[in-house]
Structure formats: structure tokens, C-alpha cells
């Protein structure tokens, strides 16, 4: 019977490839033009929605000092680029399961977690920067200013790169999900709409009622959406440190749970086969 | 044949399609159920993100919470009927790509029924079942209405089902648009989702003509809060109009379209 990989790292020596799935994630990325100029067409038209959504809503009622049309604008423009630059990969895992694919995979020295999450985040990192970009210039279009001030601009960056590899590790579980329900489709529609509504994606969480508020707040989620845009409501240093204490917390918790997933799929595969 | 006679053939053929298609659908009755039930959890935690929102605001430009309400009602019933009984069509444009319908050149009918009735997508039967959800307790509507909003909602699954037929028909005129034709699609649901009384004239133009999203989404919500009869006949009218349009483009593309050698596969 062939030794199955249990998704955790085997060697250190077979991480360094790692940097090339980085690298082929990104050219596969950018080698898809059609598809970048879909997404970002399609972030656009996100960012106009919501333009014009948050200047037909009566922000006064709020009574909330600074925020107006413009900073929701810029609020959503980093919330929407997390999660578009993140899209479906899930989808790649799923079919590797059903095609019986990942058995292959999982024989090579790399633990096929570790190549298929590098080569994500080659990937996710192309578009992060193309959505950035797109967004900068969508936002100074549509608002005449760019409301990222100079001091938080590092801060938003690496934050986002921590919510874009959370959200990853949970799409690399729910692909993984395919191993016991098939498809994992379904499970992936709940997931994307709480990190809608519990990640804050539209409306800050500190505009959230009570127990939403706590609640969301209280979630993984606000560390995928909330975090990185919440330096654009609040830059001030106590409020990142506790931010990025935050996702960093979280990205312990997911990333073991997604090492325990891939170990669970992993054995299955072994008992049962793909 | 008489031209009634053509007509029921017809009828029996669609009915027969139906028939095969929703039998396929329940195939795997736990994952057709499942996926129901998760599309229906799933509209309802999307209301949340509304709930939420008119909590801090009292109004959208006159929209209440009850509005949005109707609106998603309307929009899940016109997407779920539309990929419940017609999910093939969200496959029309990798069909046309790969060369798929040479398959269909071999059968004596139409090929766009054949194409669009060969899949069912079981998700859709959640999607209406929270419509009801939506229009009769969280919309406030009465069983009164309910036969205008599902006149108006199927007419507006027509209209969807038509603009995604039309987006599909791309790769006969640019063979590499597959993906373009899937961000279509995206664009559309996105757009109608969400309330469009927000946008300026211009806009609007755009949503009643070449995108036309608001008679998915704007101008049925309309016709049910203004209990508008001529709103209703309009988006009746669209339905019309953009189904004849779907079939036209579909055909004219048909004209362009370069045989993949798949009917081999027939053999």
C-alpha cells in the first residue's frame, strides 16, 4: 500500500520548493488575462454599486464623527479586494477528490496541502496587487481622493496578506470537505455569505447592533474582511497592535485546524481510497 | 400537421425534457436536499447583511427593510426556477466552445431546449422556497399577492434566463470567451441582488436596455409595492421581448458556429 502523505510537513528539505508553486501560482494568475480583466471589471462594478448605494443612505442617522460616503467607499474597496483576490479555489481540491487526482499528489515528497496553498497564494498575491491597483484608481476616480493615509498604508498591506491566507486555509478545509460530502459546493455558499455578513464586508462591524456586534466580532471571519479595513476607520497604533494580535491568533487556530482536515481527508483516502 | 398539433408536439417534447431532466436532479435525493437546504439558509443569512443595515439607516432612498425583502424573494425565485429546470444553460457557453452541439444537430428539434432543459440544478428548489419566506413574512405581503409576485417573478426568470442565454452565445462570435461569459453572469446576479432605485439616469438606461436587470430586480419589487398593473405588463412584455431576442441571437450564432467533430462521438 503506498504511504499516504498526511498533508503535514514531511522534510524540511522538500519546503523549498515551495517558492516555485509561489512563483507558478502567480504566472498562472496573470497568464489568464481574460479572467483578470473579468475581475476587475467585475470589482468595479462592486465598488459603483456601493458608491452609489452609500450616497443614497442617510449616514447622519449614525451619528458616527468622519464617516461619510467616501471612507465606507474606501472601507469596502479593501474588504471587496481580500475577498475577490481570494476567489474559488476550493473548487481545485474538490476536483482533484472527485477525479481521483490528489492520489497522484499525494505520493510526491511535497505535502500537497503545503504546493496547493504556495500556489494559491502565488496566485491570490497577483490579484491582490491587480485589485489593489484597479481599486486605487477606481477609488480617486469616483471619490477625487485616496483615503489610505501614508502611516497605515504598510500596516493595511501585510494585514491583508494575513486575511487572504486565512481566508485560504478555510477554502483548502472546505475543499477538503469533498473527501465526505462529495461536493462541497453547498458548504462553501455558507461559508462565503458569513463572511459577508460576520466579517463586516459591507458595513463596518462597529456599525453592527448589539449581539450582532459581539458576535461578529468574536468570529474568524472579522479577521479574514474587518481587520485590514478597520485601519482605514481607526489607524491608531493600540488599535493595529490589537488587530493583528487578532488575525495572528487566528491564523494559529485555522492553520491547525486545516492541518488536522488534511490529515483526516488524508486517512480516509488510505481506509477508504478516492 | 395542424398548427395545434405542432404546437402540443411541441409542448410534449419540452414535458418530456422536463421530465428526464428533474428525474436526473433527484438522482441523489440527500444531495438534492441538502443543496436545497443550504441555498435556503443561505438567502437567509445574506437578509441579515439587510437586517443589519436598515438597524443603523431608516431608509434607502424610499426602500425599506421590507422592500429588500421583496426584492430577494423575487430575484431567488427567478434564478432558482430559472437553474432548476433550465441549468443547462449555465454550461450553453463551454458547450458552444468545445464544439458540444454537434450532439444536437443529430436530433430532429430545435437545439436550444434540448440545450438548456439537460441539466437541473437541485439548489434552485431552495432558492424558492425562501422566496415565500421572503414575500410572505419578512416582505409583509399577503397571500393576496401572491399571484401577481409570481407572475412577475417567473416573468423575471425569463428575462434572467434570456440575458444568460444571450451572454452564453459569446463564444460563437469570440471562441475564448467562456470565462467572459461566467463574469457576465456574476455581474448580472450581483447587479440584481441589490436594490437599483440608488443609481442615477444613466444607469438605469443601461439597466432597462442592454443589462437588463431591472426588470429582475427594480421593476417587479415596483409592481408588487405599487400594486402596478402596468408594471407588471412591462416586465410581462420584457419577458417577451428578451426571450424572443435569446432565441434570435442563439440562432444567429448557430449560422457562425464551426463543428467540433463531436457527433464521432455518437457512433
Not at chain 1, 474597496?77 to 490528489?102: H, M, N, Q, S, W
Not at chain 1, 464586508?201 to 453592527?208: F, G, H, K, N, S
Not at chain 2, 409576485?149 to 428575462?159: E, F, G
Amino acid at each position: 500500500m503506498p504511504r499516504v502523505d498526511p498533508g503535514a510537513p514531511r522534510a524540511w528539505a522538500t519546503m523549498k520548493a515551495l517558492p516555485a508553486f509561489i512563483v507558478m501560482g502567480q504566472r498562472r494568475a496573470a497568464a489568464d488575462r481574460a479572467g483578470s480583466v473579468g475581475l476587475l471589471a467585475l470589482y468595479w462594478l462592486i465598488l459603483m454599486i456601493f458608491w452609489a448605494l452609500w450616497q443614497a443612505t442617510p449616514l447622519h442617522e449614525v451619528h458616527r464623527a468622519g464617516l461619510d460616503a467616501t471612507r465606507l467607499f474606501w472601507y469596502m474597496a479593501v474588504t471587496e479586494c481580500v475577498i475577490l483576490a481570494v476567489g474559488f479555489p476550493y473548487r481545485a481540491v474538490e476536483k482533484d477528490i472527485r477525479t481521483g487526482e490528489i492520489a497522484a499528489a499525494l505520493m510526491r515528497p511535497l505535502p500537497y496541502a503545503a504546493a496547493i496553498l504556495a500556489e494559491w497564494t502565488g496566485a491570490a498575491g497577483y490579484r491582490l496587487a491587480l485589485l489593489g491597483t484597479g481599486g486605487i484608481a477606481a477609488g480617486f476616480w469616483a471619490t477625487g481622493t485616496v483615503a489610505i493615509p501614508l502611516t497605515v498604508a504598510p500596516a493595511l498591506l501585510l494585514s491583508m496578506i494575513i486575511a487572504t491566507v486565512l481566508a485560504l486555509l478555510c477554502q483548502l478545509q472546505l475543499g477538503y470537505t469533498a473527501a465526505w460530502v462529495g461536493t462541497p459546493a453547498p458548504l462553501f455558499w455558507i461559508w462565503q455569505k458569513l463572511t459577508f455578513v460576520l466579517g463586516g464586508l459591507m458595513i463596518p462591524l462597529t456599525l453592527y447592533p448589539p449581539p450582532f456586534d459581539r458576535l461578529a466580532m468574536a468570529s474568524p471571519f472579522a479577521a479574514m474582511v474587518f481587520a485590514p479595513a478597520s485601519f482605514l476607520l481607526d489607524g491608531a497604533a493600540p488599535t493595529m497592535i490589537a488587530t493583528f494580535a487578532l488575525q495572528l491568533f487566528w491564523l494559529a487556530v485555522i492553520g491547525l485546524a486545516t492541518l488536522l482536515v488534511a490529515r483526516a481527508a488524508a486517512a480516509r483516502f488510505a481506509e477508504q481510497g478516492i | 400537421m395542424s398548427a395545434r398539433g405542432r404546437i402540443w408536439n411541441r409542448l410534449a417534447y419540452v414535458a418530456a425534457l422536463l421530465r428526464v431532466n428533474l428525474a436526473g436532479s433527484f438522482a441523489r435525493p440527500i444531495f438534492a436536499a441538502t443543496s436545497a437546504a443550504m441555498m435556503f439558509a443561505n438567502n437567509l443569512i445574506l437578509f441579515l447583511l439587510w437586517v443589519i443595515y436598515f438597524a443603523d439607516f431608516s431608509s434607502l432612498r424610499g426602500w425599506g427593510l421590507q422592500d429588500l425583502a421583496l426584492l430577494l424573494g423575487i430575484v431567488a425565485w427567478a434564478f432558482g426556477l430559472t437553474v432548476f429546470l433550465a441549468g443547462g444553460l449555465r454550461d450553453l457557453a463551454t458547450t458552444i466552445a468545445d464544439g458540444g452541439l454537434d450532439v444536437h444537430f443529430g436530433r430532429p428539434r430545435h437545439p436550444l431546449p434540448g440545450l438548456l432543459l439537460s441539466r437541473s440544478i437541485p439548489s434552485g428548489l431552495g432558492d424558492m422556497a425562501s422566496a415565500f419566506l421572503f414575500w410572505l413574512w419578512l416582505g409583509g405581503a399577503g397571500i393576496g399577492d401572491l399571484p401577481l409576485l409570481l407572475a412577475v417573478s417567473t416573468a423575471a426568470a425569463i428575462v434572467l434566463g434570456a440575458t444568460l442565454v444571450i451572454t452564453q452565445c459569446l463564444p460563437f462570435w469570440l471562441p475564448g470567451a467562456a470565462a467572459l461569459s461566467e463574469e457576465l453572469f456574476n455581474m448580472l446576479l450581483l447587479i440584481v441582488f441589490y436594490p437599483q432605485n440608488t443609481y442615477g439616469f444613466v444607469v438605469r438606461l443601461v439597466l432597462f436596455t442592454v443589462f437588463p436587470a431591472a426588470y429582475i430586480g427594480l421593476l417587479p419589487v415596483e409592481a408588487v409595492r405599487d400594486h402596478s398593473l402596468v408594471e407588471a405588463l412591462i416586465v410581462l412584455a420584457a419577458a417577451i421581448g428578451y426571450g424572443a431576442l435569446a432565441v434570435w441571437v442563439f440562432e444567429r450564432g448557430l449560422r457562425r458556429y464551426t463543428s467540433g467533430n463531436r457527433v464521432l462521438e455518437l457512433r
